[in-house]
């Protein structure tokens, strides 16, 4: 069975940095896009970036762009999210996501993502 797991989480100050992995098992997503997204108390799941199955397309949330950067790692199957200069408004639980087709241009409609991680709490103090 397919799964996700996030890790990298945490509690940081303002304008620190953390670095979030998405690791797969079960199988191999390096033909799929994939992306991170988040959720803040009382509010909708949100796109922070996704990438395409390549590594060579990435999109992003324009609150994020500049700070945050997606990376992959085929070989490894793990997805990464290194965010820096992080804000109290950062804060949310940060889900990893696979698109379910293959070859995909690294599509930012979350509806497209079938697989899911468990999430991995961010917490960024002012």
């Known amino acids: 069975q397919a799964q996700l797991v996030e890790s990298g989480g945490g509690l940081v100050q303002a304008g620190d940095s953390l670095r979030l992995s998405c690791g797969a098992s079960?199988?191999?997503?390096?033909?799929?896009?994939m992306g991170w997204f988040r959720q803040a108390p009382g509010k909708e799941r949100e796109f922070v970036a996704t990438i395409d199955w390549s590594g060579g397309r990435t999109n992003y949330a324009d609150s994020v762009k500049g700070r945050f950067t997606i990376s992959r790692d085929n070989a490894k199957n793990t997805v990464y999210l290194q965010m820096n200069s992080l804000k109290p408004e950062d804060t949310a639980i940060y889900y990893c996501?696979?698109?379910?087709?293959?070859?995909?241009?690294?599509?930012?409609?979350?509806?497209?993502?079938?697989?899911w991680g468990q999430g991995t709490q961010v917490t960024v103090s002012s």
């Open positions: 079960g199988r191999s997503f390096s033909k799929n896009d």
């Open positions: 996501a696979a698109d379910h087709a293959q070859y995909g241009l690294g599509s930012t409609n979350i509806a497209r993502y079938d697989y």
